[in-house]
């Protein structure tokens, strides 16, 4: 104590400036604290279905047919949006779909096969068909189009296979923008306001090694969905909701600490809806963000990735060169 009250003495301008950037650093500390706490605990989440439903709405899903899609499907039901899910594989998309409506019997559901893959081939006849798809199943009212449909590849850039390199920005990009564009001019002739939910990751919040391609198409998603949220402000909001690891198909592995169950995310994502422009979604995964943005350093980031991609490939050992 006697000893800073000697620095305040010989040094008052210099400690003064100190003790107030101090002071400013520790109060911004504690605000971002609360705001995680009331964004995540004590705000109300908003009545998705009040805020865009009406009789009759739909909600438009991609890659419906498993994993976060899926549940996706299932969180509308529950809230009352009938449901289109749209997928790849007939067999897989149709149970999920029977799944759906057993378990929901009070809304309708409906399918559309689509494999994003072939939509490079000619994309304006490929979309156009979806579009058209939908008018002939009566699917005119939407209110949420979920552009969920993705694919995940971690790998090294050198050697990366030309196959999975399609495969990414073609399922990745081509459908969230092509959707998105087939479905903002249905949304603006409603009277409610829509909503459109961009599946980005936290691969896109900071660079990672290894995942440059998978990340840079999440950037795309993220990107879209701010910039049309600019666009159309006050008549569809856009979410762009970027989670760390979910324990799905993709990822081929449980659930367990920051590694989050499909109804986690999904739940948390949907509390953000109408409050913010994007999302970590749940909890545990604002704290991953948290890390990545103020502590983890470039090394800890590259031994991360290593890690993964050491597991995916099989291998024990690699460098680490950062
Ligand atoms: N899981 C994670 O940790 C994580 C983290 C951040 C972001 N994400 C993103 O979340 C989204 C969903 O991922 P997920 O983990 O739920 O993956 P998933 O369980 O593998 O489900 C992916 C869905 O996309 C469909 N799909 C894949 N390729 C397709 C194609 N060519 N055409 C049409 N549909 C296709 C799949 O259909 P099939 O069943 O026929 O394969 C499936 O329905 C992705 O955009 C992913 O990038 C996931």
Not at 45 to 73: Q, R
Not at 85 to 96: G, H, Q, V
Not at 113 to 126: C, R, V, Y
Not at 256 to 270: A, Q
């Amino acid at each position: 104590m006697n000893h800073l009250q000697s620095l305040f003495q010989l040094y008052p301008i210099t400690s003064s400036i100190l003790l107030i950037l101090g002071s400013l650093r520790v109060l911004s500390i504690i605000y971002r604290f609360y705001n995680f706490l009331y964004r995540k605990f004590l705000r109300p989440a908003k009545n998705i279905f009040k805020n865009y439903g009406e009789s009759g709405s739909w909600a438009i899903i991609t890659g419906a047919s498993d994993g976060i899609g899926k549940v996706f499907c299932k969180s509308l039901a529950q809230r009352g949006f009938n449901i289109c899910l749209i997928a790849r594989n007939y067999d897989k998309t149709e149970a999920a779909r029977k799944e759906i409506q057993e378990e929901f019997p009070g809304i309708q559901t409906k399918i559309v096969i689509a494999d994003f893959l072939k939509s490079i081939e000619n994309p304006s006849e490929f979309y156009q068909r979806i579009a058209d798809d939908l008018k002939e199943k009566n699917i005119n009212d939407i209110a949420i189009l979920i552009n969920n449909a993705g694919v995940g590849k971690i790998s090294r850039f050198e050697t990366m296979e030309f196959k999975d390199m399609n495969n990414l920005v073609s399922v990745n990009i081509y459908p969230t923008a092509f959707m998105t564009r087939i479905i903002v001019p249905k949304m603006l002739g409603r009277s409610k306001k829509s909503l459109v939910i961009n599946l980005s990751s936290m691969s896109a919040v900071n660079p990672f090694p290894y995942y440059a391609v998978y990340g840079a198409t999440k950037k795309f998603n993220d990107q879209l969905a701010k910039s049309l949220s600019m666009e159309f402000k006050g008549r569809i909001d856009f979410l762009a909701l970027k989670p760390n690891f979910v324990a799905t198909n993709m990822v081929k592995t449980q659930p367990s600490g920051f590694v989050i169950n499909v109804e986690d995310c999904v739940e948390g994502c949907l509390r953000d809806v109408g409050w913010q422009g994007e999302t970590a979604g749940h909890w545990k995964h604002d704290i991953c963000e948290w890390f990545i943005m103020n502590v983890a350093t470039k090394n800890m980031k590259a031994k991360t990735s290593i890690e993964t991609l050491a597991a995916s490939e099989n291998t024990k050992e690699m460098e680490i060169k950062v």
